[in-house]
T-cell receptor
Framework: DGGITQSPKYLFRKEGQNVTLSCEQN?????MYWYRQDPGQGLRLIYY???????QKGDIAEGYSVSREKKESFPLTVTSAQKNPTAFYLC???????????FGDGTRLSIL | GEDVEQSLFLSVREGDSSVINCTYT??????LYWYKQEPGAGLQLLTY?????DMKQDQRLTVLLNKKDKHLSLRIADTQTGDSAIYFC??????????FGAGTILRVKS
């Protein structure tokens, strides 16, 4: 079945540690996105990529980094510079700009 | 600016209709969206409407769009307990990102 797979489902980070969240899609979508969700709030855009080897900052990119070396994959690294990383992270993809976005099941990141 | 507002909570009885309302600020969105989120899960795209349309019906779901008032609504007919979830309204002002409301918690009482 086609879809978006995020892993792991739960992740714990120690102080000063970088962690990487995986997002893979087999929908043949060109565009991929990372959002952050905090309790009782909507989602906010961290980074997006419209095409392989290109990505752009969203509204809250500080403390995060991404890469887009393959069309299917858009990993997100939460660096030690992100002082409040505890949140639910959601990856999405779409066929292109201004098209409906489809979401994965999310990764919940917590601090040890 | 970009802002999407939704009421926080709606409680209905099973079998009744539910209406979830949303207001948005940016009139340049090509589409407006409704997403559903169940506990601990990602977002499911429920339906979306092209900005030039007034209404879209999809089985039990009806979306109404009033562009003049920048008001979007989602009606769920014959609401079931499985419809209990958080519903998010979203606009896409520049085509690259979605701007979400804070979500409406729908509780369906049996």
């Amino acid at each position: 079945d086609g879809g978006i797979t995020q892993s792991p489902k739960y992740l714990f980070r120690k102080e000063g540690q970088n962690v990487t969240l995986s997002c893979e899609q087999n929908l043949n979508h060109d565009a991929m996105y990372w959002y952050r969700q905090d309790p009782g709030q909507g989602l906010r855009l961290i980074y997006y990529s419209q095409i392989v080897n290109d990505f752009q900052k969203g509204d809250i990119a500080e403390g995060y980094s991404v890469s887009r070396e393959k069309k299917e994959s858009f990993p997100l690294t939460v660096t030690s510079a992100q002082k409040n990383p505890t949140a639910f992270y959601l990856c999405a993809s779409s066929t292109g700009r201004d098209q409906p976005q489809h979401f994965g099941d999310g990764t919940r990141l917590s601090i040890l | 600016g970009e802002d999407v507002e939704q009421s926080l909570f709606l409680s209905v009885r099973e079998g009744d209709s539910s209406v979830i309302n949303c207001t948005y600020t940016d009139s340049s969105s090509t589409y407006l969206y409704w997403y559903k989120q169940e506990p601990g899960a990602g977002l499911q795209l429920l339906t979306y409407i092209f900005s030039n349309m007034d209404m879209k019906q999809d089985q039990r779901l009806t979306v109404l769009l009033n562009k003049k008032d920048k008001h979007l609504s989602l009606r769920i007919a014959d609401t079931q307990t499985g419809d209990s979830a958080i519903y998010f309204c979203a606009e896409s002002p520049n085509g690259n990102k979605l701007v979400f409301g804070a979500g409406t918690i729908l509780r369906v009482k049996s």
